[in-house]
C-alpha cells in the first residue's frame, strides 16, 4: 500500500507540471482503484477522459479497476 501511496504522490507532481498530461491523471486513478478508494478513482479517471476520452476502452478492461468496475458510477463513465 505505501508503494501506491508514492506512486500517487508521483503522479500529483506531474500533474502539477502539466496538468493536462491525461496519463498521470489515468494511472493515478489506476492507483485509487487498486486501493479500493472508489471515488478518487472516479473523480482522477474523468479527468484523464476529459483529456483524452480514448483513455476509457483502456479503462473498460483494466485490471487496476476490477475493485470499481461494479460501481454505477464508474460503469456510467466508462459506458458513455
Do not use: V
Amino acid at each position: 500500500m505505501g508503494r501506491l501511496e508514492e506512486e500517487i504522490a508521483s503522479y500529483e507532481q506531474a500533474i502539477k507540471i502539466n496538468p493536462d498530461k491525461d496519463n498521470a491523471w489515468y494511472n493515478k486513478a489506476c492507483c485509487y482503484g487498486l486501493l479500493g478508494n472508489i471515488d478518487l478513482a472516479i473523480e482522477n479517471l474523468q479527468q484523464a477522459l476529459n483529456l483524452n476520452p480514448e483513455c476509457r476502452e483502456m479503462a473498460k478492461t483494466d485490471t487496476d479497476f476490477d475493485n470499481t468496475r461494479e460501481d454505477r458510477q464508474f460503469q456510467n463513465l466508462i459506458s458513455r
